[in-house]
């Protein structure tokens, strides 16, 4: 094994998450509230009161801003601790002035993917009354806090809340665009009973367990399942080094798939640890990776002889197959950075640097490929030409032979016609 393939290897073990955490407190400059709870995410905590005898509940949300022109938002969902079907209210920084605007929305299920831009509308709630204000400063920077006031009724019967709240980089216009999908924001929500304080958050997967998923699909999936894809391609044609090719590239694609296996089902036990986190497009490419791998390992049972009519049919499928799983499993290695938050770091960059080194061998390698077929090409081609135009040679000597055969090959024939020519005259110059 390479060193730099441990080296990345060792990078990849090192992903790690340092969750943000901060103490809640039920005085705020402008009110004093009667419980308050830490929330388990992106540092933030609630405060609220609940008045019983009009099922009234006054509450402050804390949040911090990630970005200059981004948003905060705080909501309930009426239905479950998910994110579609909240009604949220959602601070930002006015484009045009700069002050701090809160506006409603309503998150209907087209929210996942924001076709259009999100409308702002009345929620469903009865919200009595609603402000925002920024702590500390007079506009939003990058670790700004701001605090979301509401008064709202509520069911005297039901006090069990759906709470959800987020951030997001920036604003279009009035409309807030997706926010990050790293497991701590997609894991922003919690149920808390206003009346008992009773608090169920939604789980999250250990860290131990994201850093081996991530470390072992992106050396398994990302480089080793290519490298062999790669063996097998440049290396088959050369007699010189014989069979070995193909124990090379067996060896490469059982690592791999081995490795492969062992990342997916921790992605597996990942996802029924983390109910209600979703990332489906990461999942739908990691399942169709496994059953193309699967699909190959099966193929190997029914390869046909080399002298069977079907083995040419069995080949293309081997080798659409396998080129489909190495572009699938380096793409879901991509998505999964992005998953875990890591679009912009050093993880990315070294498994960037490692695979564009085996591109870039493999770019080589189909280069000196074609100039050999060329030069192969070229070669047959004059030694074609060359036996041809021998062919042709000695055809002519052979028809110029045949032709001096017909003619000096009975000398008997030749002697018997120079005496006819030379009787006839004498025969001529008798008298009649």
């Known amino acids: 094994m390479s060193p730099s393939f441990l080296l990345l290897l060792l990078f990849l073990l090192g992903f790690t998450t340092i969750p943000a955490t901060s103490r809640c407190t039920t005085a705020t400059f402008i009110k004093t509230y009667q419980k308050?709870?830490?929330?388990?995410?992106?540092?933030?905590?609630?405060?609220?009161?609940?008045h019983p005898f009009n099922a009234t509940l006054d509450l402050a949300f804390s949040g911090t801003f990630i970005s200059p022109s981004g948003w905060v938002a705080w909501g309930l969902n009426p239905d479950s601790p998910a994110m579609t079907g909240a009604h949220a209210l959602v601070a930002f920084p006015d484009p045009s002035s700069?002050?701090?605007?809160?506006?409603?929305?309503?998150?209907?299920?087209?929210?996942?993917?924001?076709?259009?831009?999100?409308?702002?509308?009345p929620l469903g709630l009865r919200l009595l009354s609603s402000s925002a204000v920024l702590r500390g400063s007079r506009s939003p920077s990058d670790g700004s806090a701001v605090l979301i006031f509401a008064t709202l009724r509520v069911s005297p019967n039901r006090t069990r809340l759906h709470h959800v709240w987020n951030r997001g980089l920036y604003v279009q216009g009035r409309s807030p665009t997706i926010h990050p999908t790293a497991p701590s924001d997609l894991a922003s929500r919690a149920t808390i009973d206003a009346a008992s304080t009773a608090t169920e958050t939604a789980p999250q997967a250990p860290d131990a367990l994201r850093s081996a998923h991530a470390a072992l699909n992106a050396a398994s999936w990302g480089l080793l399942l290519p490298a062999g894809v790669a063996v097998a391609r440049y290396l088959r044609h050369?007699?010189?080094?014989?069979?070995?090719?193909?124990?090379?590239?067996?060896?490469?694609?059982i690592a791999g798939l081995l490795l492969g296996t062992a990342g997916f089902a921790i992605g597996i036990v990942m996802g029924n640890r983390s109910r209600g986190v979703e990332h489906r497009l990461h999942r739908g490419l990691g399942v169709a990776a496994f059953v193309t791998a699967a699909l190959q390992?099966?193929?190997l049972l029914f390869q046909p002889k080399a002298t069977n009519r079907f083995r040419k049919y069995w080949k293309s499928y081997h080798h659409l197959v396998g080129?489909?799983?190495a572009v699938v499993g380096v793409a879901n290695v991509f998505q999964g950075f992005d998953v875990m938050g890591?679009?912009?770091?050093?993880?990315?960059?070294?498994?960037?640097?490692?695979?564009s080194t085996l591109a870039g061998v493999c770019v080589a390698l189909e280069v000196n490929s074609w100039v050999m077929f060329c030069r192969y090409a070229e070669e047959e081609e004059t030694t074609t030409t060359?036996?041809?135009?021998?062919?042709?040679?000695?055809?002519?000597?052979?028809?110029?032979?045949?032709?001096?055969?017909?003619?000096?090959?009975?000398?008997?024939?030749?002697?018997?016609?120079?005496?006819?020519?030379m009787v006839k005259p004498e025969i001529n110059a008798s008298p009649p």
């Open 36 to 50: 308050c709870v830490t929330l388990p995410t992106q540092g933030a905590s609630l405060a609220w009161t609940y």
């Open 98 to 121: 700069g002050s701090l605007l809160l506006l409603p929305f309503v998150l209907d299920p087209s929210v996942r993917i924001q076709n259009a831009p999100l409308v702002s509308r």
């Open 238 to 253: 050369r007699a010189s080094r014989g069979p070995s090719w193909f124990y090379a590239h067996a060896a490469t694609q």
């Open 297 to 299: 390992s099966a193929a």
């Open 323 to 325: 080129y489909g799983c």
């Open 342 to 355: 890591l679009g912009r770091s050093y993880w990315k960059l070294a498994y960037c640097l490692a695979l």
């Open 386 to 421: 060359t036996t041809r135009a021998g062919d042709s040679m000695e055809g002519g000597r052979a028809s110029s032979s045949q032709k001096q055969g017909s003619h000096h090959g009975n000398p008997k024939r030749h002697q018997n016609s120079r005496r006819r020519r």
